[in-house]
């Protein structure tokens, strides 16, 4: 059974940074692309960052490009992404999602391509 477990959220001042990880189980990190996602209320859940199991090439929208940085450890199974220059407007509920098991060379940033996820962690980012 594939699980994916989110953590590192929390409470941060605008400039500061958070260091999330999406633990999996059940599945093995070089048959899946990885994306993280994010959903504040109201709005649709957005794609900000994934990795493919191919190249480990990556991907980020351009509001996040040079702040935020996704990364995985295939030994434990977990995939990162490190938050840098917070701010508010990055409050939201942060999820992990799995794509595969396939070959992916380029990952997607669409939450209806990934066929599982986490139940998300909640990133505040206030004074």
């Known amino acids: 059974q594939v699980q994916l477990v989110e953590s590192g959220g929390g409470l941060v001042q605008p400039g500061g940074s958070l260091r999330l990880s999406c633990a999996a189980s059940?599945?093995?990190?070089?048959?899946?692309?990885i994306g993280w996602f994010r959903q504040s209320p109201g709005k649709e859940r957005e794609g900000i960052s994934c990795?493919?199991?191919?190249?480990?090439?990556?991907y980020y929208t351009d509001s996040d490009k040079g702040r935020f940085t996704i990364s995985k450890d295939n030994a434990k199974n977990t995939v990162y992404l490190q938050m840098n220059n917070l701010k508010s407007e990055d409050t939201a509920v942060y999820y992990c999602?799995?794509?595969?098991?396939?070959?992916?060379?380029?990952?997607?940033?669409?939450?209806?391509?990934?066929?599982?996820w986490g139940q998300g962690t909640q990133a505040t980012v206030s004074s």
């Open positions: 999602a799995a794509k595969g098991p396939g070959n992916y060379q380029r990952c997607s940033s669409r939450y209806t391509d990934y066929d599982y």
């Open positions: 059940g599945l093995t990190l070089d048959d899946f692309a």
């Open positions: 990795i493919s199991n191919s190249d480990g090439s990556t």
